[in-house]
């Protein structure tokens, strides 16, 4: 119960800092970029509306994410000391996390940078009016002010890891993403029911919400598939439940932001780049990085796919363990130990990450197509990533709240 509370208030604590401002800057600037959706909107969704509340916490955890996928790449024999520290256990996650954590500041101040200077582009002027200071001080001083509330975000992950329930960052994540769900709700409501022009807008909502909650259900019911490897041990008779566990979706919501990252960060550039879409670069920028036109949606699918088979790889190691059941004496059955094992691994992964690769790409796709159809407000969304993470994050912390009290109904026992 005290890391429930514990929880609640750091999510309470997050939610006061997404209503701090930026010292200094016109907000209109950043209305004016969300309009036109793109990299923007997909950040302000992750970070609880900290965005478009012009919020010092706007960049949310996100440079945290990216940097902890950046430190999980460079142990792939790309720097050998974090390989290293990679296998040596409690003291060598230890030195890890702190890597992680100076390059979540450097992340942070570079994407501040990048988002103010692009800001400032399309702007008369990006400094609140009648502030005499020069653009270039005032822009590097409201990024050290988000690179700041980044670190503060990033801190009370770590806490809410340490001493509450689940993993900080994807709570911290999830939290940001529920609390925009009742915007979204009033945004549909008023656009489908009170504004409503005939039978139609009304049959619309009642749809939406079915299709949500058929599709809450579907995605449930997909992160909790596993395919089940056998095993048994040397030393044990008889008959041995063991068995290696692989998820359907191993990759979890991560090639879904990849793909949507990749996608946005271009045309974004375009906006604020003021890049005109009648000329033929123009034109063709367009369709390849809008992934609401067919090029577009075509390219973000296979992005999807090839990242989901990329993540996967990256966190699961056939070769590792393989190597493990060797140490401990076990062995799937039918199969030699050693390569032989490790081939057979990565077969079964490989034919389920093609499940889990094309469930996420669907996932990913209806929001897209159901906008389109339905002609949704902006802010409203059926499925896609942001359902993945709460679901994801749910099923987890339900499993650590069962966990803990198992150890003390065993505690209690004893």
Known sequence: MRRV?????LIFVFKIVTYIPIPLLETSTIDNAMKNGGFLTFLNSFSG????????AALG???YITASIVVQMLQMDIVPAFKRWGDEGEAGRAKLNQWTR????????TQALMILFGLSANAENIVKYGIGIPKVVAILFMAIMLTAGSAFV???????TRFGIGNGSSIIITAGIVTSLPSAASALWQQKVTEARGTYDYVVFGLVVFLYIAILVGVVYMEKAIRKIPTQYANRQGKSDSHI????NTAGVMPVIFASTLMSIPATIMGFANVDKETTAGFWLDQIFTYTNPLGFAIYMFLVFIFSFFYTFLTVKPDDIA??????NAFIPGIKPGEETQNFISRVLFKVTVLGATYLAILAAIPIITSIIFKLPPNVTIGGTSLLIIVGVAIETAKQLETEASEKEYKGFM
């Open 154 to 160: 990033m801190w009370l992950a770590d806490l809410i």
């Open 323 to 328: 190597d493990d059941l060797q140490k401990s």
């Open 245 to 248: 566990p692989v998820k359907l």
């Open 61 to 63: 955890i996100s440079p």
């Open 102 to 109: 100076y390059i979540t500041i450097a992340l942070a101040f």
């Open 49 to 56: 509306n900290a965005l478009g509340n012009y919020s010092i």
């Open 5 to 9: 509370l514990i929880t609640v208030l």
